[in-house]
């Protein structure tokens, strides 16, 4: 096994990476902002983060992984009282339709899923603290954060603060890096809005506060790793450094690690550009769940991912191409006993594989690792050359690629289904299994025309079937 490296925002440097307590990891992700649908750039960091825990699952360390909702921010409170509805009542169809769509990525729930309207006292009194420390101040019912106080504010970002004016404010959660000044921790409540009556008066918190105040409530004062997009680093995950380490006078964050962006013609995918696709609309035009999780995993998580439906197509091809393996690995015969350059060609994949994941999860290496073996095999399985004794260390390889990757159980036409997907109105695996049996016993009581009919049937219902050297017959979804 490789040692493991990540790329760490906060260095600019690519460093080996060691736990605060050996085996245990603590990691806290900045999850949805439950204002609408998450759009397929949303779930581009979110697979990252999937296959990171993933990985540093297998690699065996116990892990923490907190993901929190932002079901309370600026958009959300505008969005909620110009639809008169509570904040629950707005963002409730959101974080449901959010589940249903990381279960058909099959991205595994983190050990907490937490809310942010779940958690207002922590907040509350985090910006105790902070006041007790004269980080704050207030002006007309709101909190202020005082940047010029924290010696190390634009650590993260490195932001030039050289022309930021002292006492300037900023009250939106969202600002760019030219616009850095004095941010809100609370803000007061206005007519109409949601608010919470708390110690430190009426009112709501800041976007920033929540992240500082969950983060430390569920993992401690100084976590192993924090992540989320690139757009976070700043002002987000800066103002969360300052709230944090203010507070507490320790580290906060030891590895920070930020997704590039998903971009559509060189711009980056967001609601506010209007050039965005949910995974409903893709699931729509008739893609599948696992090649978007392909899509989304294959390119490392540091480069910038061009999306095009041509991408989306080669990856479906890729996951049809590791499933008939594994098919085929499952279902064929193979001459007897074992071969030794063949057993050491898996070692030598499985070695590959977790040399690219361990290199700052680069997932273009670790699949180039898979590819290269499975062409490989395939080639020595059409020349007779695989042998049966090889089967159970190739089944083992590809069971390890699948426990990050996380594509090869044919169940896109169940997840599709229960998203209300009709698209997959084909016949279920039963039926086929059984058409496919019925067509074999035909065969071999000679019965062509029956066993051509059955094909066909099959194939106009999107069904392929593809007739193996050894007798037995594979099959596939169009
Ligand atoms: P939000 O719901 O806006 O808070 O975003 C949820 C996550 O998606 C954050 O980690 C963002 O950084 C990330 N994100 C937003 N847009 C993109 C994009 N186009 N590509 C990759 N990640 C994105
Ligand atoms: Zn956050």
């Not at 490195?158 to 002292?166: C, P, T, V």
């Not at 969202?174 to 941010?183: G, Q, V």
């Not at 430190?200 to 500082?212: A, L, Q």
């Not at 998203?419 to 109105?425: F, Q, R």
Request: proline share 4%; with cysteine; charged share 30%.
């Amino acid at each position: 096994m490789h040692e493991i490296q990540v790329h760490n925002t906060l260095s600019g440097k690519v460093e080996p990476f060691a736990p605060l307590k050996p085996g245990v990891v603590h990691m806290y992700t900045c999850g949805p902002t439950v204002y609408d649908y998450a759009h397929i750039g949303n779930y581009r960091t979110f697979v990252f983060q999937d296959i990171l825990r993933r990985f540093l699952k297998l690699r065996g360390f116990q892990l923490t992984h907190v993901m929190n909702l932002t079901d309370v921010d600026d958009r959300i409170i505008a969005n909620a009282a110009a639809a008169g509805v509570g904040l629950r009542d707005y963002t409730e169809k959101y974080v449901q339709a959010f589940f249903a769509d990381c279960k058909t990525l099959s991205i595994e729930s983190p050990e907490h899923w937490i809310r942010a309207t779940d958690n207002i006292d922590s907040m509350v009194r985090l910006i105790q603290t902070l006041q007790n420390k004269t980080y704050t101040y207030n002006s007309e019912g709101s909190i202020y954060y005082r940047i010029a106080k924290f010696k190390d504010y634009g650590k993260l970002s490195k932001i030039d603060l050289s022309g930021i004016q002292a006492g300037a404010r900023v009250d939106n959660d969202r600002y760019e890096k030219e616009s850095a000044r004095d941010f809100a921790l609370w803000k007061a409540p206005k007519p109409g809005e949601h608010f919470w009556e708390t110690p430190i008066g009426p009112g709501r918190p800041g976007w920033h506060i929540e992240c500082s105040a969950m983060a430390m409530k569920f993992l401690g004062e100084t976590i192993d790793i924090h992540t989320g997009g690139i757009d976070l680093a700043f002002p987000h995950h800066e103002n969360e450094i300052a709230q944090s380490e203010a507070a507490t006078g320790k580290p906060f964050v030891r590895y920070w690690l930020h997704a590039e962006h998903l971009l559509v013609e060189g711009e980056k995918m967001s609601k506010s550009l209007g050039n965005f696709f949910t995974l409903r609309d893709l699931f729509a035009k008739g893609y599948k769940p696992s090649a978007l999780r392909f899509a989304l995993a294959s390119v490392p998580y540091r480069r910038q991912l061009n999306f095009t439906f041509d991408g989306l197509q080669q990856a479906t091809s890729s996951v049809e191409r590791l499933r008939n393996f594994a098919v085929r690995l499952k279902n064929e015969r193979f001459p007897a006993g074992k071969q030794a350059p063949m057993a050491e060609r898996i070692a030598k994949g499985a070695s590959d594989f977790d040399a690219g994941l361990s290199d700052d999860l680069n997932t273009a290496q670790a699949l180039a690792a898979v590819y290269d073996f499975v062409r490989e095999a395939n080639i020595a399985m059409d020349k007779g050359e695989f042998r049966q004794g090889e089967v159970k260390a190739a089944q083992e390889f590809l069971a390890t690629f699948d426990k990050v990757f996380a594509v090869l159980e044919d169940n896109d036409a169940e997840k599709l289904k229960a998203l209300g997907y009709s698209a997959s109105e084909g016949p279920d695996d039963a039926e086929i299994e059984k058409l496919v049996a019925e067509r074999q016993a035909a065969r071999k009581r000679k019965d062509f025309a029956e066993s051509d009919r059955i094909r066909n049937e099959l194939l106009k219902r999107g069904i392929l079937l593809e007739d193996t050297k050894d007798g037995s017959v594979r099959w596939k979804r169009k």
